[in-house]
């Protein structure tokens, strides 16, 4: 199967709004498929459907140690959060960047599972950092809003200057990256 290309900071289709998902057909699978194929070739453990351009409210993850346990979450909204932390993360549309940021260890949400049930769950450590960091993607947020304005730029510079290059981190080269 093919991969997605993704998006890189500070492409500006990356602050786009996702929509809500109202069809839940075989289109519906097989985009998350894609992106699921996507996500495991370039190392990532997380990734919003906004990152590869489109439009719509769909995450795929996996934190397992076997990357062989896909979640597929719809729509997601976290209702409930507790239990600040501060974990270093890094995104598969800012490639070889990593930061600290603040999050919640403990949630609560509902989602939408890929056949159209509705859910509520709870997660927590890394599932529910992940969880918050692709929900960030679908509101048209990264991680490096979280930093402060000169590391921002900095890094916007940075992944500018690699692209034209032609040396962005490789897929291959990054660590696992949300």
């Known amino acids: 199967m093919d991969t997605l290309k993704i998006l890189h900071f500070p492409d500006p289709r990356l602050r786009q709004i996702a929509d809500d998902i109202t ?3 075989q289109e519906l699978k097989d985009l998350a498929n894609k992106m699921l194929v996507t ?9 919003a459907a906004i990152q590869v351009n489109i439009k719509k409210r769909l995450i795929v993850i996996d934190v397992s140690e076997g990357r062989n346990e896909p979640i ?15 974990s270093e993360e890094g995104c598969l549309s800012v490639p070889g960047f990593y930061d600290k940021v603040e999050r919640f260890n403990n949630i609560k949400y509902k989602v939408t599972d ?17 969880i918050q960091h692709e929900i960030d993607h ?25 692209s ?6 490789s897929r291959k080269s990054v660590p696992y990256s949300i």
């Open 39 to 47: 996500m495991y070739e370039s190392k990532g453990i997380g990734l």
């Open 138 to 162: 679908l509101d048209g947020k990264l991680f490096v809003d979280y930093l402060s304005e000169l590391k921002r730029d900095r890094i916007a510079k940075k992944i500018q200057k690699l």
């Open 164 to 169: 034209a290059q032609g040396k962005l981190p």
């Open 72 to 86: 597929f979450l719809v729509n997601p909204v976290i209702y409930d959060k507790s239990n600040k932390v501060q």
């Open 114 to 130: 890929i056949t159209g049930k509705v859910h509520d769950r709870e997660a927590e450590g890394l599932l529910a950092i992940c």
């Open 23 to 25: 069809i839940f057909d």
